[in-house]
């Protein structure tokens, strides 16, 4: 399995864009379809979008559709978040996943995305 570590969170105004990495350790990541989630203060955590073991497929979150792309590098061990458009309600805490026998596991500490109005 892998161990996942988030970057690139910060403080962004509205309509700016960040870049969120996930870097994982460990030989099955390549393999694993990858996921983003998030969680805002004082609500469950959220499914944001997610990514095939190739790229080959993605699904995401009707709240960031058309706004938030995920894609991967299996070379690097690195799955991306590109975040365009953000908004205050996009604020939270922004964690990766990977999907082990239909389950999502293996988080990452999570990185926080501030959206200011």
């Known amino acids: 399995q892998v161990q996942l570590v988030e970057s ?9 864009a960040l870049r969120l990495s996930c ?4 030989r099955t990541f390549s393999s694993t379809r990858m996921g983003w989630f998030r969680q805002a203060p004082g609500k469950e955590r959220e ?14 979150a009707d709240s960031v559709k058309g706004r938030f ?7 690097k061990n690195t799955l ?4 365009n458009s953000l908004k205050p309600e996009d604020t939270a805490v922004y964690y990766c996943a990977a ?17 200011s109005s």
């Not at 690139?8 to 700016?16: K, N, R």
């Not at 870097?23 to 460990?26: E, L, N, T």
């Open 23 to 26: 870097a994982a350790s460990g």
């Open 69 to 75: 792309t995920i894609s991967r590098d299996n070379a």
């Open 99 to 115: 999907m082990y026998f239909s389950t999502w596991s293996n988080w990452g500490q999570g990185t926080q995305v501030t959206v």
């Open 8 to 16: 690139g969170g910060g403080l962004v105004q509205a309509g700016g």
């Open 80 to 83: 991306y978040l590109q975040m």
């Open 47 to 60: 499914f944001v979008g997610s990514i095939s073991w190739n790229g080959g497929s993605t699904s995401y």
